[in-house]
């Protein structure tokens, strides 16, 4: 006898996802007009809420530097989101 235990997913979002990121080659950012920016681990299929935004800010873009390019590491920085809303105002998270 086997048993598979399959937990469901509850972040999705439910909005238009205005962009996705690849941070490696198994985990992604993804940014809605939920006002949701999500990680996906792609080998685990877990999902988690990195922020929840306000009402008035809307992400539609993602940057980042990557940690290594061809095998050599880089200098980087912290992860940081920098958001401006349609009104101009400017949060860093």
């Not at 509850?10 to 205005?18: Q, Y």
């Not at 920016?37 to 988690?48: C, D, P, Q, V």
């Not at 990195?50 to 590491?73: A, N």
């Amino acid at each position: 006898f086997h048993l598979t235990i399959v937990l469901l997913n509850t972040w999705t979002h439910k909005e238009l996802v205005s962009c996705v990121g690849w941070t490696t080659a198994d985990e992604l950012y993804s940014c809605s007009e939920d006002h949701q920016i999500l990680r996906w681990n792609l080998l685990t299929s877990e999902t988690s809420l990195v922020v929840k935004l306000q009402e008035d800010l809307f992400p539609i873009d993602l940057h980042w530097f990557p940690k290594t390019v061809g095998g050599k590491k880089q200098a980087q920085a912290e992860i940081f989101f920098q958001l401006i809303s349609f009104l101009g105002g400017m949060n860093n998270i």
